[in-house]
């Protein structure tokens, strides 16, 4: 596995497990406790920007995004890289976070308590993706069918169970949201939903082009949103190769990409016992959903 520059990085694994750090989820051949252990203690820049999510929310969507606006929407910046080696998982051993060229622009999946310290002291900026969690467990389903590493889920049912019990990659979503939400105070952070990059791109990307200080003329603008879309996104060979092995060629990184698909999955009986845990856990937390793409 190699992340240096130009190098597609190509990961084949078969003796994939899960174990647990610190009450976080982990897949045994990918992260390590010595690299976790030291993310905590990585140095931030005040000019670093990185991305938090719970896994299915936006993450490559956000990488393109951000390496976009930081090169002033200059397509050829984004077709000889990589997603993951413009802008690395910080958790991840082999991609160089700490080398790469100011702003170094990353990507987390990390819990709150995870995270490096330094970035509770609001030295860079933090963009939280939150995506709906029903459609998020429709995505991760589908990833787990897909992805080698992963193990097959034995049906879609139990699979929302394992789900709900935290027993996934990076645990429980609910915790994920609710640590980074109520320690929000101590970062410089925006939160920002999938649904409304969905919605409205354009408005999306200045929003977050205001919150990094970034001026985009109109043009550049354009530009970002024409290589963000699903469409092109998915179409595009160098965010379209997935960069882990998968298990069938019919499937795809870049599944639906919409808003609601979890009703194409989801009985009513899930639904509404879905309903019924989310209305428990979030009650203190202020955040609004979209569910639908009406
Ligand atoms: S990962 O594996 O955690 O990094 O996955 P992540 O990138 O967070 O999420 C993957 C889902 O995001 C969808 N996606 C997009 N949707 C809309 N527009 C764009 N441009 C886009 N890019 C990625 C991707 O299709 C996955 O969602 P599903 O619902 O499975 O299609």
Redesign the pocket.
Known sequence: MQGASGIRIHIIMSNYELYQYKGCNFISNIYTIEHLEKVQSFEIRHSDVVAV????????????ILSLIFCDGDPAAIQSKSPIERVPWIEIPFLNFLSNPTPRLA?T?LPYHLIPEDLKKKNGKVIY?I?NPK?VV???Y??QNY?TILSTPSSFEDFLREFLEGKVIFSSWFDHIHEWYTHKDEFNILFIT?EE??QD?RTSVQKICDFLGKKLDDEKLDTVVKY???????MNPV?KTGTIENKSASR???????IG?WKNHFTVAQSEMFDGIFQERMKDIPLKFIWDSK
Request: aromatic share 16%.
């Open positions: 999510t719970y896994p299915k929310s936006g993450t490559v969507w956000m990488q393109q990507v999946h993706v995506r459609d429709v995505s991760l589908h990833f992805l999938y990059m969905k791109l963000c879309t699903f469409t092109n996104m998915k965010t795809a990184f870049f599944r639906k990409g919409i698909d």
